[in-house]
């Protein structure tokens, strides 16, 4: 990466104005690293994935034995039995994945918290915060993917169909910066014209796409030769500015690949109307959103989106080749989560079952990321981090203790392929918890620059032990 | 102006005395506002990000082009290029814009010819019309072939979207002409010249007449800046009022988004949103009546005369109708200029409740230019206002800093914003606090010549003006924000002078300013 040399003074100058966060942002330049000073022009992105109904014991990786992996272990596999498990389909993108195990909403069971050990505790999960009151509902605090969107000021685009994460709570789990539900995409047909009427193309190739981006690259062009001109007219203290314009010209020529790719930056194929999805089937709405996302990224329309998933009915399953009971399908949080039984492993199976149904949508997002080139010989993918969370820990008591996290996508700075466990006491009176999920929040939004040592809960400080 | 030689007069050594170096210079938000509007007659679509200060001015020579910057620039400009071509008439630059590519491109030229030329501030050369129709035939190619005014449109906006982000616009140079140099000192183009003067003054590029004198080269002469520096005061009042209003308000740290402007209602029922904005909104009257009236350091301490509506009235114990804000003659015991308006009162005070602290330091900082350093670290807070054990504001912070150990500043500091205590913190005023008797009294001291006691705010105000390290401070803020940084031992000279004639007339903001356009500090640079 390329260094400059300019004076502390020039460079508080410059910055004193700005707000601490954006002032961390560039800190780079302090030290005259300037990997720092390109965060804002970095196509890392963030995609929160969040899913009800915690996880099963069909959930962790297991070595090729049949052993459970242990803490930091690599090596690992998640097809690790001919039954349905519960992260199966995300087999093939483990090497990219980091498993996380054994964090706990600590925020909302702590002492003094107002959550419950019930579903309220699921506000947690994305703010990693506490409960305003025992009456209201929301978080202290915003959720992470409107906290990051408002640092990298970018628009972030949340989808959340369904009954969101909490059974009682149909904002989804995405909060604004003071805990305000934040308003979800809540039909795809609804979203796609306001998403997509400005792109062209119609599923295919955008015929002008390549033209445009020859003009952008014109302007660029342009604007490197003047600067460069004007550079050489110039004493060397002075040249230290031009520099600086140079750079920020190169950052901008980096991101202008990805924005006009051809291909998958074209308008994708829209769902039928009316935009109240009465003509969708629900279950390829998850397929829409998928596909809502990947073209959002593809064509740099933002950096941060968030997909809830969740279905309270999920007619479309069959376990073994035998469709559920109506009954089951029909209500899956209470006819399937709640009757699972540890002495049943049918019953285990089945929550299974859903949560392998998920794993299987964000697998497939996975895949729709990868086929998307972001220029440098990297995808969409790989400057992607994906956060995949769930709603509480325990499928029938709804605890949140031992909350499921995994990190996917080739974004980010923390060695992949890793299973981590933690564990321990989870006695809700303690003063504290080294097992508070904060701690991962704190490590995501740190991988985007954001140097904060605490989010939602401010008790609760620093990056999860390990993750790095 | 000579480089000089190693006499001393008024203190200064005039052997140090000699130009800057040469530089460039990023526009600031509000140079890049008013330039856009000035090209195209529009700024819609166009945001910004606010300005890096430096000594609290947003006119930061160290200003860079940063990501952010540079992201807000292009956002900015594509908007503009698509409201261009959405509204282009291809007719205004050339007769056969239409009939085939080529003809086009000819009126593509005239566009580069005439827009860059606005933009750039200086002529348009020949390789500045063949690198901006290399982007013009880029972007001719987006537009629907076989439509030739569609693809002249598209080449036009990408064309306009080059010129609003080239570096020719972005920066103003200062680099004189680097063939003519004489005993190390070569001078400002007359192009730069021009830019530099309009910006100076206006925040806005050349006007018509100073682009055609640059033209015939004749702005060498410091008497035609004289000239044309009096001619664009006049010619652009609301600019150049802008512009001092700017001054004015970084310098004293006006600043109505400050934390401190959301006042607590219970304290203060007379405070709302609208209030505020209403005060804001006196602020520019009362700062634009400053300038039109004769913009004197005096006039700014010492005018007990404001603007008030419906809204803003009550907090003067006035009442005035709804709608547009009409002057009004305030009591001048109570009032006496911009330090005793609820702008640098009120933004200069807690939510709930005065700040002399504050407030002294800002005498003692910006008006005095007193260097005082920050406070120790585990300085505890002071007291809660809630804490019934004190009498007023100033008893609590007088016990609060009791300790010898605080002496050493805030004996100097706190005189001087105690006379501000017969306002509270929004800025109205009062005779009494919980009942007691406000002690406005304070003083101003450690100066060589002005050290006096006074009574009150309006008696500090009058003592300030006649200071004369207070009017030795505001040269050098006029300074700082003029060229955008600190001033040096090389520019004594300039200040003198300018500092000579702006006393000779009664402290005039305008003659200050003349004079360093005037000076070699202005006009002249040492070759690097």
């Known amino acids: ?468 | 102006m000579s480089a000089g030689g190693a006499t001393t007069s008024g203190g200064v050594d005039d052997s140090q005395c000699r130009p800057p170096p040469s530089r460039v210079v990023r526009l600031s938000k509000l140079e890049l506002q008013n330039s856009l509007a000035d090209i195209l007659g529009t700024t819609k679509g166009v945001a910004l990000p606010d300005d890096a200060k430096f000594l609290n001015f947003s006119s930061n020579a160290e200003a860079l082009v940063t990501p952010p910057f540079a992201k807000a620039l292009q956002s900015s400009a594509e908007a503009l290029a698509a409201s261009f071509r959405d509204h282009l008439d291809p007719t205004r630059f050339g007769s056969d814009c239409t009939t085939n590519d080529a003809s086009a491109r000819m009126c593509a030229a005239t566009f580069i010819k005439s827009y860059g030329q606005k933009a750039f501030r200086r002529p348009i050369a020949q390789k500045d019309v063949d690198g901006l129709l290399a982007v013009y035939d880029a972007g001719r190619e987006t537009g629907v072939v076989g439509d030739v005014q569609d693809r002249f449109k598209a080449g036009i906006d990408y064309t306009l979207r080059a010129i609003l982000q080239s570096p020719d616009f972005v920066y103003r140079v200062e680099l004189g002409d680097p063939s003519a140099v004489t005993s190390g000192v070569t001078h400002l183009s007359p192009y730069e010249l021009a830019s530099s003067l309009s910006y100076m003054l206006t925040a806005s590029p050349p006007d018509d007449a100073l682009f055609a004198a640059a033209a015939a080269d004749e702005l060498a002469s410091p008497d035609v800046l004289e000239t044309q520096a009096r001619r664009l005061m006049a010619a652009m009042p609301e600019r150049f009022a802008a512009q001092q209003s700017r001054f004015v308000r970084e310098w004293l740290a006006i600043d109505f988004t400050v934390p401190a402007w959301n006042k607590n209602t219970t304290i203060y029922p007379l405070y709302s949103p609208e209030l505020k904005s209403a005060l804001d909104q006196e602020t520019s009257l009362y700062l634009a009546d400053w300038v039109a009236r004769g913009p004197t350091l005096t006039a700014l301490f010492t005018r007990s005369d404001t603007f008030v509506n419906a809204v803003n009235a009550p907090l003067y114990g006035l009442t005035a109708s709804a709608g547009d804000m009409t002057k009004v003659s305030l009591d001048p015991k109570q009032r006496s200029g911009i330090l005793t308006m609820p702008a640098f009162l009120g933004t200069r005070a807690h939510i709930d409740s005065s700040a002399p602290i504050l407030r002294g330091i800002s005498i003692v900082r910006g008006v005095m230019c007193v260097t005082i350093p920050p406070p120790p670290p585990n300085v505890p807070p002071l007291p809660a206002i809630t804490d019934t054990s004190f009498t007023t504001t100033r008893d609590r912070v007088e016990k609060h800093v009791a300790p010898a150990t605080c002496a050493g500043c805030h004996d100097r500091i706190n005189p001087l914003g105690y006379p501000f205590e017969r306002y509270d913190g929004l800025g109205a005023y009062r005779s009494t606090e919980n009942g007691y008797e406000v002690d406005a009294s304070g003083a101003i001291i450690g100066t060589q010549s002005s050290d006096q006691p006074v009574a009150d705010a309006v008696e500090l105000s009058h003592a300030l003006v006649n200071s004369a390290e207070v009017q030795v401070c505001f040269e050098r803020q006029v300074f700082r924000s003029t060229f955008g940084r600190e001033e040096t031992a090389a520019d004594a000279c300039s200040l003198r002078a300018a500092a000579q004639a702006y006393r000779a007339k009664d402290l005039d903001l305008r003659e200050l300013l003349v004079s360093l356009v005037k000076s070699q500090t202005f006009a002249q640079r040492s070759s690097n």
């Open chain 1, 1 to 468: 990466m390329k260094k400059m040399s300019i004076s502390r003074r020039a460079y508080l100058r410059t910055f004193a104005g700005l707000s601490a966060a954006a002032t961390a942002q560039f800190s780079g330049l302090l030290r005259g690293a300037w990997v720092a000073s390109a965060a804002d022009l970095n196509p890392l992105r963030l995609l929160l994935i969040t899913q009800p109904h915690a996880n099963t014991k069909y959930w962790a990786p297991r070595m090729r034995d049949g052993s459970l992996a242990e803490h930091n272990q690599t090596g690992w596999t998640l097809d690790f039995d001919p039954g349905v498990t519960d992260l199966k389909p995300m087999e093939k993108h483990k090497d990219s994945m980091v498993v996380v195990d054994g964090l706990d909403f600590y925020c909302t069971f702590k002492p003094g918290a107002t959550g419950t050990l019930g579903h309220n505790s699921s506000v947690g999960a994305t703010t990693g915060n506490d409960l305003r009151s025992t009456t209201d509902l929301n978080p202290k605090s915003a959720s992470i993917d409107i906290a990051l969107a408002s640092y990298l000021q970018v628009e972030p685009k949340v989808f959340g169909f369904y009954a969101a994460m909490s059974s009682y709570d149909s904002a989804g789990n995405t909060y604004g910066v003071v805990g305000v539900p934040y308003g979800n995409f809540t039909a795809v047909a609804k979203a796609y014209p306001e998403l997509f009427s400005t792109l062209s193309g119609g599923g295919g190739p955008d015929p002008k796409a390549a033209a445009r981006l020859a003009a952008e690259k014109s302007v660029l062009n342009y604007l490197n030769a003047e600067a460069k001109t004007l550079r050489g007219r110039l004493a060397s203290p002075e040249k230290a500015k031009l520099d600086q314009h140079l750079y920020t010209l190169s950052l901008m020529e980096q991101q202008l690949a990805p924005s006009m790719v051809g291909v998958s930056c074209s308008k994708p194929t829209a769902p039928p109307g009316p935009d109240d999805d009465r003509n969708v089937a629900e279950i390829d709405r998850y397929g829409f959103v998928n596909r809502f996302i990947a073209t959002l990224f593809a064509c740099n329309m933002t950096r941060v989106a968030t997909f809830h998933m969740n279905s309270q009915s999920m007619d479309w399953l069959t376990l073994n080749g035998s469709p559920l009971s109506a009954e089951e399908t029909g209500d899956v949080h209470n006819n399937i989560a709640h009757m699972m039984k540890d002495s049943d492993d049918a019953s285990i199976r089945k929550v299974s079952l859903v949560h392998n149904f998920y794993a299987a949508q964000v697998s497939a997002l996975c895949d729709l990321l990868k086929s998307i080139d972001d220029g440098n010989g990297r995808s969409a993918y790989d400057n992607t981090i994906i956060l995949w969370t769930n709603e509480l820990g325990d499928p029938v008591q709804h605890l949140p203790y031992n909350v499921p996290f995994v990190l996917a996508g080739g974004g980010g700075t923390y060695e992949k392929g890793r299973y981590l466990k933690y564990g321990g006491a989870r006695d809700p009176h303690a003063e504290n918890n080294s097992n508070a999920h904060n701690a991962l929040l704190v490590s995501v939004l740190n991988q985007f620059g954001m140097n904060v040592s605490s989010f939602g809960d401010m008790a609760l400080t620093g990056e999860l032990k390990g993750i790095l």
